[in-house]
Structure formats: structure tokens, C-alpha cells
């Protein structure tokens, strides 16, 4: 738990999760980590270094497994 979030931390990357009002936020600490994914996806809300998913939005689990996997990998730009 890291700022009362669920947090995977392997060596220097990290990801995150948090259940917000509307929305379930993926937290990557890095825009570096969701830049090809707000292209391919411009129609799911995203912020600096997290992305944003409502009920109606379809899970591109693939495009976020590969989100989650740059950010453990490149925690730094």
C-alpha cells in the first residue's frame, strides 16, 4: 500500500490503483508510461501518468497489460 492505494512495486517501477467516485484510475507515475496508449485509445479519459476507466469504457486489457508491464520495466523516461 503506498498513499492507501494498492500498489505493485518491483525494483524502481510501480503501478497503482485506486477507486475513484466515477472511475477506477491505473496509476503509472509517468506520462513516458501511457503516451502510446492515449494515442491508440484517445476515447478513455487519461491524466499525467494515469489513465481513467468508467463502466462504459471497453478494457483494452492487452494495451494495458503493456502499460503496466513499460512502466515496471522503464520507471524512468
Sequence with gaps: MK???PTYRPGDGR???ANQKSYVS???CGYHHIAKFKEKHPEIN?????INFTEKDELPLNDIG???QHAIEHPKP
Design 3 to 5: 498513499y492507501n492505494m
Design 15 to 17: 503501478v497503482a490503483i
Design 26 to 28: 491505473l496509476y503509472t
Design 46 to 50: 487519461t491524466g499525467k501518468g494515469c
Design 66 to 68: 503493456l502499460v503496466v
